[in-house]
């Protein structure tokens, strides 16, 4: 299975502040036929289930605002809140899908400095 | 509107059985590969199955092989979680969630409200 691995587990950011999530897959999620990454990014706040936020590493969903971005390699990625807002405090999972079984990052919390 | 609505989970004692459904509306349902998730209280998400188009491909986190038994019917667009065998870590809010319908590997763009299992004596 491909372990995905998430740093920090929480971090906490000044209004307006840019936070940075990292997610690291101990194999590649590239696959190498159509050159895409498999790698989703989600929200999810207390009691609601998760919200899809970024697939591909760095598509954004429909209507997700364009503060929220992804990048990555075959192996490292990063989502980032350029401009954190009240609303923007959740937990933000990173997953692979390019194998079965898919994999989730074990989290990171992000609250408001 | 995506709609996915869970149904069955409850309190059952260890070995014991329950049968979650998952009701679809607001797309073809036959079309995507659906999933079910997990989450115990204050964990992360984790990945118990998943079923294409047709019913004719499953399969299985190692956790839940040989116990648990996903299902469809596209006739009705419900999906099925049978969970036999059940233990306390099985414990957790499942979730079904949708593939995109594009893709056999795909992100989970909707999710339902989730469903509360809880194994204990």
């Known amino acids: 299975d491909i372990v995905m691995t998430q740093s920090p587990d929480s971090l906490a950011v000044s209004l307006g502040e840019r936070a940075t999530i990292n997610c690291k897959s101990s194999?590649?999620?590239?696959?190498?036929?159509?050159?895409?990454?498999?790698l989703a990014w989600y929200q999810q706040k207390p009691g609601q289930p998760p919200k899809l936020l970024i697939y591909?590493?760095?598509t954004r969903e429909s209507g997700v605002p364009d503060r929220f971005s992804g990048s990555g390699s075959e192996t490292d990625f990063t989502l980032t809140i350029t401009s954190l807002q009240a609303e923007d405090v959740a937990v933000y999972y990173c997953?692979?899908?390019?194998?079965?079984?898919?994999?989730f990052g074990g989290g990171t919390k992000v609250e408001i400095k | 509107e995506v709609q996915l609505v869970e149904s069955g989970g409850g309190l059952v004692q260890p070995g014991g059985s329950l049968r979650l459904s998952c009701a679809a509306s607001?797309?073809?349902?036959?079309?995507?590969?659906m999933h079910w998730v997990r989450q115990a209280p204050g964990k992360g998400l984790v990945w118990v199955s998943r079923?294409?188009?047709?019913?004719?491909?499953?399969a299985y986190a190692d956790s839940v092989k040989g116990r648990f038994t996903i299902s469809r019917d596209n006739a009705n667009n419900t999906l099925y979680l049978q969970m036999n065998s059940l233990r306390a870590e099985d414990t957790a809010v499942y979730y079904c969630?949708?593939?995109?319908?594009?893709?056999?590997?795909?992100?989970?763009?909707?999710w339902g409200q989730g469903t509360l299992v809880t194994v204990s004596s």
């Open positions: 079923i294409n188009h047709d019913g004719s491909s499953t």
């Open positions: 997953q692979q899908y390019v194998s079965t079984p898919p994999t």
């Open positions: 969630a949708r593939g995109d319908p594009g893709y056999s590997s795909s992100w989970h763009a909707h």
């Open positions: 591909w590493a760095s």
């Open positions: 194999q590649s999620v590239l696959y190498s036929s159509n050159n895409k990454k498999y």
């Open positions: 607001g797309f073809t349902f036959r079309s995507p590969w």
